[in-house]
């Protein structure tokens, strides 16, 4: 197993994105809305990898600790997918049920320490695409009006 990506929490798309990709050089990839209406968009790092970013959380201030959103742990078959998901339950582990996505499918849990895990089944490459969210911030509208 190993990392696909991480997600990260932010209060401020638009000041994350003009950080991560004006700042720092890195490009957004992919933008969409999760089932509950909050924005859910992907940055790639390099070297195939990514985060996600998601909107609408409240940041812990400066005292307090910093907060990842998941990590994301890619399968890459059904049984080895119906195998981890029975697995954590056998031993007592807490499991969502299985969502089904676009891309396949994925289900999440906590480590001993809360950090929340994904694993996921991709059966389906994920298309990238700049338009999955019906109101983006500044930065993508611009994003989408170049030509």
């Not at 959380?57 to 600790?65: G, K, S, V």
């Not at 891309?103 to 999440?108: S, V």
């Amino acid at each position: 197993m190993y990392i696909d990506h991480v997600g990260i929490n932010t209060n401020d798309m638009e000041a994350t994105l003009q950080f991560y990709c004006s700042i720092l050089g890195m490009r957004l990839v992919r933008t969409t809305r999760t089932p509950d209406g909050r924005r859910h968009y992907n940055v790639e790092i390099g070297g195939g990898n990514a985060f996600a970013v998601f909107d609408g959380a409240e940041l812990p201030t400066a005292c307090e600790r910093q907060h990842v959103n998941h990590l994301a742990l890619p399968v890459d078959t059904f049984e080895e997918f119906d195998a981890a998901y029975q697995r954590l339950k056998d031993h007592g582990i807490a499991v969502t049920e299985i969502i089904e996505r676009g891309y396949g499918k994925t289900f999440y849990f906590h480590d001993p320490n809360g950090i929340r895990l994904q694993i996921e089944l991709k059966t389906k490459q994920d298309a990238d695409s700049l338009e999955g969210d019906p109101d983006p911030v500044p930065y993508v509208r611009a994003l989408l009006q170049r030509p």
